[in-house]
């Protein structure tokens, strides 16, 4: 069995920064790719971030040079560091994992709110 837990959400002025943290627990084989998802009430589950188990990035545009996915493999831990946070980045945010064999875990999603 695999459990995702996040942890570091919370409501933060425009402008400021949160730090979310993703654990993956449990009989894990290996991690594959690593990410953030995020969704807002009304729309659309949204690719945040990948990270492979190489280090390779990716990031949507509307985040790019404000957020930054890192990941300790040691830990099984992916962590998003957001900057300059704005409204529209008000989102309920989801980890996820590929995980060798067991395939795509979620964690249990995290509110970030971004007062204006």
């Known amino acids: 069995q695999v459990q995702l837990v996040e942890s570091g959400g919370g409501l933060v002025q425009t402008g400021g920064s949160l730090q979310l943290s993703c654990a993956a627990s449990g009989t894990i084989f290996s991690i594959k790719t690593m990410g953030w998802y995020r969704q807002a009430p009304g729309k659309q589950r949204e690719l945040v971030a990948t990270?492979?188990?190489?280090?390779?990035?990716d990031y949507t545009d509307s985040v790019k040079g404000r957020f930054i996915i890192f990941r300790d493999n040691a830990k099984n831990t992916v962590y998003l560091q957001m900057n300059s946070l704005k409204p529209e980045d008000t989102s309920v945010y989801y980890c996820?994992?590929?995980?060798?064999?067991?395939?795509?875990?979620w964690g249990q999603g995290t509110q970030v709110t971004v007062s204006s």
């Open positions: 990270i492979t188990s190489g280090g390779s990035t």
């Open positions: 996820y994992a590929e995980i060798t064999v067991v395939g795509r875990y």
